[in-house]
């Protein structure tokens, strides 16, 4: 890498405009779901006020319609916000309908408001959501979009934190941001974490050399 961070940078990607609107609409209308609610429409709701919703959770869920699922457990949130075993069953429907974005948007607010939350975090450690949070990054980072990187990055040291990749593209980051004490704080826990990392090792290397 150079100082000013150009040389041997990969190529910017082309975007298909309409899939990024998509993407974004998509991620927009999650935090409406998953959000809490500036005032539910019940708002003396119960546990059985929900329970209907979380029968109707349960059978869609064992007969794989996970849209079903998120519907029914959205409903339940809807009523019970602050309830964090129901935003579980929704992250969970979101996870095996494939739609990791939503999953780790449900995920980081449950884990926000309870870190030590066991089912929240056996979910968070997920192999897909792992590989959809560092698939973004990197999509980011291959289009100089270091901001928006690092939202996926920082999801996935607070989701995995013994994972040491996440720090070698926060690394990376903080590199193009010129926070070089920082870049190498966070490689050398990579290494800590990960020894034989080759790219953080080469990259550690080339700083100290520098």
Avoid at 8 to 35: A, C, H, N, Q
Avoid at 88 to 105: D, R, W
Avoid at 143 to 169: M, S, W
Wanted: overall charge negative; charged content about 30%; hydrophobic content about 40%.
């Amino acid at each position: 890498m150079s100082q000013d961070g150009k040389a041997g940078e990969p190529p910017l990607l082309e975007i298909d405009i309409d899939d990024d609107m998509e993407e974004t609409y998509e991620r927009m209308s999650v935090i409406d779901i998953v959000g809490v609610p500036e005032a539910a429409p019940t708002p003396t709701a119960t546990p059985k006020d929900v329970q209907p919703y979380l029968s109707q959770w349960l059978l869609a869920f064992s007969t794989g319609d996970y849209e079903g699922a998120i519907d029914a457990a959205s409903e339940a949130v809807w009523l019970l916000p602050e309830d964090n075993s129901i935003r579980c069953k929704l992250a969970t429907a979101f996870l095996m309908a494939g739609k990791y974005s939503q999953a780790a948007e449900a995920l980081e607010y449950i884990l926000g408001k309870d870190p030590d939350h066991t089912e929240a975090r056996s979910l968070a450690d997920s192999r897909e959501i792992l590989a959809y949070l560092l698939g973004e990054a990197r999509v980011a980072l291959k289009n100089r979009d270091y901001g928006t990187a690092l939202i996926p990055i920082k999801r996935a040291i607070n989701f995995v934190p013994t994972f040491a990749e996440p720090y070698v593209l926060r690394a990376i980051v903080h590199y193009q941001h010129g926070r070089r004490s920082d870049c190498i704080a966070d490689l050398k826990k990579a290494l800590e974490l990960e020894p034989r990392h080759e790219q953080a090792s080469k990259l550690l290397q080339e700083l100290e050399r520098a």
